[in-house]
């Protein structure tokens, strides 16, 4: 088996980044070096706390777990309590974590592990709003050309916005962070809504979770039952988009998604558009492409990676 990939998650847990956390931890082919929360989809201290809830659950109590930017750079927070219900991770009833979170802040943490672990070996799993990378990057620009690859779910080209017409949460709620990463010259996948709307938790495939004789199938079932919830009435389907695990399973099985490398933009200057990731599919403009964008998914594959990993969890 070759060496396992070095990976650190950022994440605004969240009943989908709660999922993809589960899929890294079931995973012997990541090295979870560290988990750094950020605000999103519930403020900075509810992320931290669903962060360390998940790594309990998944019996790793010994990840280590750090604590982020409170807001964005420089817009007001946005949350999605909508969505994710007022702790952020709504549906299972799961025990206040134990384990520590780290003292170290989350910007210092991403900072020293890349300064000072090999270059180009590790990647960046970013399930939010991208400030923490963002901010690592004026703390120390030198990090830029020591990342393997960043992989976040962020955006929408032809499947448009899911806060506003034009943009989805993760870059809405921080468009300056998403602009920083974008220009910094980094390798980056891009995950955008256009890939994770095909991948939805149809209740076929949400019973696979349930009827798991261990803790984490049941509870996987039941934070989706919840999260699902918001998007089925809104688009009608059978289901809602599973984001966030998408970014682990590119990593796992790259061969279930079609890419292409494009320029993206980021718009900051509209509030009509603002947060809009301007993804030059047609290459109809000079701009150097920046991104490898996935716009599909073989749903079918993703979920049978999910359900094989979930299974081997406690
Ligand atoms: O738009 C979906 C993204 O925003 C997901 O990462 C979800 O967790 C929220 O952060
Ligand atoms: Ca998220």
């Known amino acids: 088996m070759t060496k396992p990939l070095p990976i650190i998650i950022d994440t605004d847990p969240g009943q989908d980044d709660a999922v993809a956390i589960l899929l890294a931890l079931a995973s012997p082919e990541f090295e979870v070096l560290g988990i750094t929360a950020v605000a999103g989809n519930v ?15 998944a ?3 010994e990840t280590k777990v750090f604590s982020g930017a409170v807001r964005p750079l420089l817009r007001d927070l946005v949350t999605a309590e909508y969505v994710h219900g007022r702790t952020g991770l709504d549906g299972p009833v799961l025990p206040e974590p134990t384990m520590p979170l780290q003292k170290q802040h989350a910007v210092d943490f991403i900072v020293e592990t890349l300064m000072t672990r090999e270059a180009g070996t590790i990647t960046l799993c970013v399930l939010g709003p991208m400030t923490n990378i963002a901010l690592a990057l004026n703390r120390e620009p030198r990090i830029a050309s020591r990342i393997n690859r960043i992989v976040a779910m962020g955006g929408g080209f032809f499947e448009g916005g899911n806060v506003t017409p034009a943009a989805e949460f993760n870059i809405y709620v921080d468009p300056h962070a998403a602009r920083a990463v974008f220009d910094a010259d980094i390798p980056i996948t891009l995950i955008p809504l256009d890939c994770t709307h095909q991948a939805l938790t149809s209740r076929v495939r949400v019973e696979k979770f349930r009827v ?37 399973t590119w990593l796992l099985k790259p061969e279930l998604f079609q890419s292409r490398d494009v320029n993206v933009a980021i ?6 558009t603002m ?40």
């Open 212 to 248: 798991m004789k261990n803790k984490c199938g049941p509870a996987t079932a039941a934070l989706l039952d919840f999260f699902e919830r918001f998007d089925e009435q809104k688009y009608g389907t059978d289901g809602g988009p599973l984001h966030d695990p998408c970014v682990m």
């Open 267 to 272: 718009e900051c200057e509209s509030e009509l």
């Open 275 to 314: 947060g809009m990731t301007v993804v030059d599919w047609w290459k109809v403009t000079e701009r150097k492409p920046n991104a490898t964008v996935c716009r599909s998914i073989d749903a079918d594959g993703f979920f049978d990676l999910l359900t094989e990993r979930i299974a081997r969890l406690p």
């Open 59 to 61: 019996g790793k109590p």
């Open 43 to 57: 403020p900075l201290a509810l992320t931290e706390i669903n962060a360390r809830k998940i790594c309990e659950l």
